[in-house]
């Protein structure tokens, strides 16, 4: 510049129509000297300002880049996910989708508004890419020192950010380790598992904690940024970013402490549903003994275990008041006021209807034992009842099928009634263990059940014989089956040759006598014995047996696979029947009335002449 000065022809040109100097060349220089002197001055003066702008202006945009990443938390978001309000799956789901967003924008920044002195609108923040900014503003950031400091920033702000989705596991561990379920001990010991505990996902240290780092973020923000950064004949108005990151935090801070709000709202909720079910249980009448003896244990489990957790959780939502509630000035509703009111009462409401049902309580196990007495003289009468008709089995002998079903289904009834009476008398004995009375021993029942076995078994294998025999007799021919008939003939004639035996060493009482006398004179005359109605059962129904397997033989024959339509041809010419075929309305009744057994060896000479064709295709 100041070699274009020293042509005076220059000068004139420049300086006359400017500052109307004389057309005088000493006046020119001299003025000339002047203006060079101020123009280096004030070039000195304007890097200066520019220096200090400058490092205004870096100052802001690092406060801004190192709290920028609260615009990208959604509060609502981030407040459901921090108390738990979520379902896992919507909350992974949601997280990729945002991280997807996330990976196409890429990293954002802030670029502030500039306007001229004159102009004061207010402008929003524009996010811009940090490489648009910096080409805009023409700051000089190649510098290393700096491009190292950035990234040390921008790795304290990605730690920042996820500073909840780190903890967010970690902080469900050690609520479960080391802070007690709302009611997780308490479920142990309810009747009714309907009432689901709320989740806690932190601590209340570390929703502070939370809550207070934001605090801290908002302070800075406040504190470091200036509203506007002033140059001459410039301003730079930094108050629109300032505003959106202030309102942005606060609301995150809002949103904590309204999900603490509703945390507690929860817990209080909780702790008064499950101390109204308890009040409904406890004041549930018992139906039986079994049930009351219940109550009291769970009345023992309410004082020693229930009501202390109530208690524990109690002291829960008072620590959120008094630590965050009241720590950052939040105001609570009435309702809600009332809810943690009613909420610490629940305790000694507890402990009053306890009190309360004490009498109740007292009463039903009077009266419940009052009928446990009437019960066993019942059930004394009935055993009577059931040795008496147990006895006239001793009475019963031969009789006709309509009869022998009759005292076949009594004999079911007495089984029945005897199992009753068993389970009723194991009922008795629990009931006295309950009530620490002595334990009263039914021997007799006992002694009734072993001296019953034996008519059982009779009565059932002579009714099983019985009912079996007409269906042999009376159903299809062709679809009986000799080995199975055979082998339930032979098993039914061994219990009853056991059963007779048995009847013949018992005594007049029914009992076995086990007189070694006694069992030496039967067994050297059995004859002289006097036979007991059983054993005449006993007898008759084995002398129907060995008289039905001398059926069995032609049976067999009549049963032959070998058989075929020209065989029962021949078989029914033999018995007159020259146009009768088999079929199913054939049965052995009807054969014995076509007199077969009197042509038993023609049936044999039939059987072998099939069983021969058999064997030869066989061959």
Known sequence: MYSKFESMTTIDAVLVPFIGLANDTILKSQACLHLYQFIRDKKVELENILMIFKKQMNDTIKVFKQYQHLLQIDEHHHCELWYGERTEGRNQNETEHENDKAKKKGPKHFKVSISADQS??????????????????????????????????????????????????????????HTPSVTSAINKGSLDDCIRSPVIRHTVQETKAEIQKLKLSLENIRTLTPQQIYLPLVQINCQPAQNVLIAKTEAIIDALLGGTRREMKRINDYILKYTQNQLQLIEKPCKDVEQLFELKKFLEKIESEIIPILKNNIRQVEVRYEEIILEFNTTLTLQEHDMIWQSKMSPLRLQQFIQQNEMRILEEEDKFKNELLQEQQEFGKALDQIALSIEEFHTYGPCDDETMEKRSRQVDHLVDTLGSLKGQSVAFNRKEKLFKLPITEYGNLEVLSLSFQSFIHLWRTVSMFATNHKLWMNESFLE????????????????????????????????????????????????????????????????????????????FNLRNPGLRLRHWSQLFTALGKNNMQPDKSLTYNILLQMGIRQHANEIVDICMVAEKVIFFFLI
């Open 480 to 555: 009986l089956i000799p080995t199975k008939m055979e082998s339930f003939l032979i098993e039914w004639f061994n219990e009853l040759t056991k059963l007779e035996k048995l009847f013949k060493k018992t005594n007049a009482n029914g009992n076995v006598n086990n007189d070694k006398a006694s069992d030496e004179q039967f067994a050297a005359d059995p004859s002289t014995a006097l036979l007991s109605p059983a054993v005449q059962v006993c007898i008759d129904c084995k002398q129907k047996i060995q008289e039905f397997q001398k059926h069995l033989p032609l049976i």
């Open 120 to 177: 004061q609108k207010e402008h929003l923040p524009t996010i811009v890419d940090e490489e648009e900014t910096e080409e805009e503003e023409g700051y000089d950031t190649n510098d290393e020192d700096e491009d190292n400091e950035e990234h040390s920033q921008l790795e304290e702000e990605n730690e920042n950010k996820n500073f909840s989705t780190r903890h967010e596991s970690d902080s469900v561990r050690q609520t479960q380790q």
